[in-house]
């Protein structure tokens, strides 16, 4: 693709221009806001409202976390929001996959060792051992049970080899794993036709990083796919999860450290993500589905400060990377911080990603062994690749001039949902978290086989690093 670009080769059709221009505008979503302005009555509305009453605080419950000043600091640099400058043209995919290609290849030039060659100058090393940062175009089996990747980078095209020779199984494992899209070194000798690789290196992260801690004991709480205006949704498993904040039930100590709350995604239900959605929703007003969201934050305790992003369901453009939501949707706090999707910030000094996941649909179906089962894997693929949705076309991807789902700086959290799931690992430094849901199951996820974990909410003790998972059904 890359070559191709530079040429100026690259043919887009007509629906696909259609869609990624309708995405880079707000007409799209106007539409969206201005369905269904009718009243819902308020027999409708009862059973989803969170309780409208005042949540006081039990005699002897003094949160520590109150006594203490955020230390918050979102990098608006990586955010979209107000930064989108796209028309979906061709001039804005070739800035856009150049501009990926140009910062991933860095990271891998850092980690390499060798001759790195830019692909024209492959005819000149005929016979050598040689390195090339590439992107992969095509993958596919030869006769003899090969793997021919096609590949190019900014100066041309060229073919690797990955022989499956039963001394060459790590490697073959390997290879299966590359990606159509994925941007990665190869390693071995050059023939006239082609590489025949020895190896193969994604940009990855470092295999040791010191790990950050908060200096004062507080924590944070992670919630994703809550689902406002579904007729699944659990409100009454999320209004324990606002007394807990509030001191009620067990773990009242960790409940007081609580001084931060991550919210990846997929807020509201939404109106016509899906054909027959209407039929799913008790709320099929967008604005009340938001103001559903405003009367939850409003019960949080002031002291919290909420940091916000919005997911596939939440009424902004479709297409990663999408923009914070709008404050004519919520009209937020000033604790509350409404960011875009993906957003990097610290909180205590340690480095977050939240990114709501709307590729990992994309990426369990294309990488070996992947599944819904294990969402934490498939987050660590992200983190190997430094890219969020590595697939071109697997989602819809917003052709940015600035690739804004390229992965920078290693996070010391990184945080997800989108697939109902929970899930949790550490990957070279980096504390992996899916937040589950707090939407049941739908008749979707049934046909799937999905098998969400609704009302399960992690924490995270940042001065001690320390994650816990609170059940809210119980």
Request: glycine share 8%; net charge positive.
């Given at each position: 693709m890359l070559a191709k670009l530079s040429q100026k080769g690259i043919r887009l059709t007509m629906e696909a221009e259609e869609i990624v221009k309708s995405n880079a505008s707000d007409d799209l979503f106007q539409k969206i806001l201005s369905?269904?302005?009718?009243?819902?009555?308020?027999?409708?509305?009862?059973?989803?409202?969170?309780?409208?009453?005042?949540?006081?605080?039990?005699?002897?419950?003094?949160?520590?976390?109150?006594?203490?000043?955020?230390?918050?600091?979102?990098?608006?640099?990586?955010?979209?929001?107000?930064?989108?400058?796209?028309?979906?043209?061709?001039?804005?995919?070739?800035?856009?996959?150049?501009?990926?290609?140009?910062r991933i290849s860095?990271?891998?030039?850092?980690?390499?060792?060798?001759?790195?060659?830019?692909?024209?100058?492959?005819?000149?090393?005929?016979?050598?051992?040689?390195?090339?940062?590439?992107?992969?175009?095509?993958?596919?089996?030869?006769?003899?049970?090969?793997?021919?990747?096609?590949?190019e980078d900014m100066t041309g095209t060229?073919?690797?080899?990955?022989?499956?020779?039963?001394?060459?199984?790590?490697?073959?494992?390997?290879?299966?794993?590359?990606?159509?899209?994925?941007?990665?070194?190869?390693?071995?000798?050059?023939?006239?036709p082609f590489l025949i690789a020895e190896d193969v290196e994604w940009p990855d992260l470092p295999v040791i990083r010191e790990k950050r801690l908060a200096e004062i004991d507080v924590a944070t709480a992670y919630l994703s796919d809550i689902h406002?205006?579904?007729?699944?949704?659990?409100?009454?498993?999320?209004?324990?999860?606002?007394?807990?904040?509030?001191?009620?039930?067990?773990?009242?100590?960790?409940?007081?450290?609580?001084?931060?709350?991550?919210?990846?995604?997929?807020?509201?239900?939404?109106?016509?993500?899906?054909?027959?959605?209407?039929?799913?929703?008790?709320?099929?007003?967008?604005?009340?589905?938001?103001?559903m969201v405003e009367d939850f934050l409003e019960r949080l305790p002031d002291y919290i400060e909420v940091i916000m992003a919005p997911g596939n369901h939440d009424a902004v453009r479709r297409g990663d990377p999408q923009p914070a939501i709008g404050k004519d949707l919520i009209r937020s706090p000033s604790n509350v911080h409404l960011v875009g999707n993906p957003s990097n910030f610290s909180i205590e000094g340690i480095k977050h990603l939240m990114y709501h996941g709307t590729s990992i649909d994309s990426m369990i179906a294309n990488i070996p062994g992947a599944s819904y089962m294990h969402p934490e894997k498939v987050m660590s693929e992200y983190l190997k690749r430094r890219h969020l949705s590595p697939i071109y076309g697997g989602n819809l991807i917003i052709p940015e001039n600035i690739d804004y789902m390229v992965i920078d700086e290693p996070p010391d959290v990184f945080h997800a949902g989108h697939v109902h799931k929970n899930g949790y690992m550490q990957y070279r430094g980096t504390l992996i978290i899916n937040s589950g849901t707090f939407q049941d199951r739908t008749d979707f996820q049934i046909k799937q086989g999905h098998v969400p974990t609704p009302a399960l909410v992690p924490v995270y003790e940042m001065k001690y690093g320390r994650l816990h998972t609170l059940d809210f059904k119980s």
């Open positions: 369905l269904n302005k009718s009243l819902i009555s308020k027999e409708d509305l009862d059973p989803l409202v969170p309780k409208q009453v005042d949540v006081m605080r039990p005699s002897g419950f003094n949160p520590p976390a109150k006594e203490y000043s955020s230390t918050l600091k979102i990098n608006h640099k990586t955010d979209v929001t107000g930064k989108s400058r796209t028309k979906g043209g061709v001039d804005n995919f070739i800035s856009h996959f150049r501009n990926r290609f140009e860095r990271m891998l030039r850092r980690i390499g060792s060798g001759t790195t060659l830019d692909l024209c100058d492959t005819a000149r090393h005929i016979n050598e051992k040689a390195r090339i940062i590439v992107l992969i175009s095509k993958v596919r089996p030869t006769k003899k049970g090969n793997l021919l990747f096609e590949v060229f073919k690797v080899v990955v022989s499956s020779s039963k001394f060459n199984e790590k490697l073959m494992d390997k290879a299966r794993h590359v990606l159509v899209d994925d941007i990665v070194a190869f390693s071995g000798k050059v023939l006239e406002f205006g579904s007729r699944y949704f659990l409100g009454k498993y999320l209004d324990s999860f606002v007394d807990w904040i509030h001191g009620k039930g067990e773990a009242k100590e960790l409940a007081g450290k609580v001084k931060y709350l991550n919210i990846a995604g997929d807020i509201v239900d939404g109106i016509g993500i899906y054909p027959n959605q209407e039929k799913e929703l008790v709320v099929k007003d967008i604005y009340k589905q938001y103001q």
